[in-house]
């Protein structure tokens, strides 16, 4: 144990350090672990799911796709470092843009509607260029990565299971990595140095700083009318102000009054688009229709969003979870299928549908896309459906991969795994299930008392109840309770034993454990 925290206190001091801002050339504390290397991992590693599991990329129009890759490059050459910069449209209504470290960037569809110019697009990626650029995001990284040290060290202190509890911290940073990376706001200072350089960036490429001025305007503008689809997307990481308004305008009277603005292109190249908006908004109203179990509004509002806009694969796929929430599985499973010709390159439209062909028992089909969507993006439904379809064949140890895997979320599927797991390793290892205590009653009477800890109610249950005479002798015998636990309940059985003075007395001569029991189907 004092190893143990020696070397965790060191690590807090030994990687404490600073680097050059690539950007500002100030010094800015960043741990050495976390460098170039690191961001260029994370960044390839985390870039497709992170896509996947926001909407995954705008396929209707390639060209658009390629027009925001030409500008986000015309910035990035403009960088301080040379990053393998990639922009990707993202087919999300909500409007977003976000950079991961290495110079990932991504920027939604439903922003692109919201911007008047080429010039307003040039300052939402050269401010997110600039966040990869100066290393923002393994500043803030390094910044949490402490704060964990110091829970690890806080937890040793006052636990006797710091091993297992700093397991648990360790692994508890690896999936929400990802989501931290785009999600947590960015220090006062970040945001300042994304705004100016990203100006400069702008204008040094030929665009007009204005630009970036009108576009914090229009934030400023949109933020006050409270907006939600506003609120979780762009301005949960990067909330506008008027002292941004007031700071760009400051920096643009330091750049030259020239340059782009690059309202007719933008116009042209974001025209399709524009015109698909309604039908886009016609299918978030379905989206909605559907949670509220509205079908037939539902029903409705996505057929008038494939009348306006019969190539999008969402708006199929929404036409199957119509479907598959009536329990129409064949017609669910079409309109999946509908989907994936129009777009094989999402999570989601190979886990409906293998979920659809599940409900019809066509587990041949729905394994393969099950574990094609796993693929492209991890979830609990996909893992818990092809853990089923193992239990059933009788390859355990592969539906227990699949469980263990589907438990880590918090989600049905994952409570219904964990459920799974505690049917396959109960009746073998009762005691992680169920405790089992010695409890002192009156007159020196022993009791035990039970509680079922598990997520499924429990039968059959054995006891173990070893103790030590008053000769000083071992003995011990097993004790049978009849009654069915459900989750969370408890009860108390008497013991043969008794004449015990105390509990210091009960803690030394008498232990009981669970050896036994049975899954109440």
């Known amino acids: 144990m004092r190893r143990l925290l020696i070397a965790i206190l060191s690590l807090s001091f030994a990687l404490t350090g600073c680097s050059v801002n690539p950007v500002t050339g100030e010094k800015n504390f960043v741990l050495p672990n976390l460098d170039e290397n690191w961001e260029r991992e994370v960044g390839q590693q985390m870039y497709a799911p992170m896509r996947q599991s926001q909407g995954g990329d705008y396929k209707l129009d390639p060209a658009l796709t390629e027009y925001v890759e030409s500008v986000g490059q015309r910035l990035a050459a403009q960088a301080k470092r040379d990053l393998p910069y990639e922009f990707h449209i993202l087919n999300d209504s909500v409007p977003n843009a976000w950079a991961l470290p290495g110079g990932k960037i991504v ?37 949490g990565m402490l704060t964990q040290v110091g829970m690890m060290a806080a937890m040793i202190f006052g636990s006797s299971m710091a091993d297992s509890e700093m397991g648990q911290q360790v692994a508890m940073i690896v999936p929400q990595l990802g989501a931290q990376l785009i999600t947590t706001k960015y220090g006062r200072d970040a945001e300042r140095e994304s705004d100016l350089y990203g100006m400069r960036y702008m204008s040094a490429a030929g665009y007009n700083p204005q630009g970036a001025v009108e576009l914090q305007e229009t934030f400023v503008k949109l933020s006050a009318q409270r907006r939600s689809d506003w609120l979780s997307g762009l301005f949960a990481s990067h909330p506008p102000s008027a002292e941004r308004v007031a700071n760009n305008k400051a920096t643009a009277k330091t750049l030259p009054d020239s340059g782009e603005f690059g309202r007719e292109v933008y116009m042209r190249k974001t025209a399709h688009l524009r015109e698909s908006k309604p039908a886009y908004d016609d299918y978030g109203n379905a989206r909605k229709a559907l949670a509220e179990d509205k079908t037939s509004e539902a029903r409705q509002l996505v057929s008038s969003a494939l009348k306006r806009e019969p190539r999008e694969a969402l708006f199929h796929a929404l036409s199957g979870d119509i479907y598959a929430a ?8 079409r309109a999946y299928s509908d989907a994936l010709r129009l777009d094989d390159s999402f999570f989601y439209h190979h886990m409906r549908r293998g979920q659809a062909r599940y409900e019809q028992r066509k ?59 505690v049917l396959i390793d109960l009746p073998a290892n009762p005691g992680k299930y169920i405790q089992a205590a010695a409890v002192l009653g009156q007159n020196g009477k022993v009791g035990a008392a039970v509680r079922n800890n598990s997520p499924v109610t429990v039968k059959n249950i054995t006891l173990k109840v070893e103790y030590i005479d008053a000769n000083g002798k071992y003995r011990d015998y097993q004790q049978s309770i009849d009654q069915k636990l459900a989750t969370g309940e408890q009860t108390a059985v008497a013991t043969n034993i008794d004449n015990i003075a105390d509990t210091n007395e009960l803690a030394r001569r008498v232990r009981v ?7 109440v189907e």
């Open 107 to 143: 920027v939604n569809r439903g922003l692109l509607t919201e911007l008047n110019s080429e010039a307003e697009l040039a300052a939402v990626l050269g401010h997110e260029i600039v966040h990869a650029d100066a290393a923002h995001g393994a500043r803030q990284q390094s910044k």
């Open 326 to 333: 009536s329990k129409d599985y064949a017609k669910a499973e």
């Open 363 to 421: 587990f041949a089909p729905a394994r393969t896309d099950l574990e094609r969507s796993l693929e492209l993006l991890p979830t609990a439904q996909a893992n818990y459906l092809l853990g089923n379809m193992d239990k059933s064949a009788g390859n355990m140890d592969s539906a227990l991969k699949h469980y263990q895997a589907a438990a880590g979320s918090d989600s049905p599927a994952g409570q219904q795994a964990e459920k799974e797991l």
């Open 513 to 519: 454990s669970v050896v036994a029991a049975k899954v």
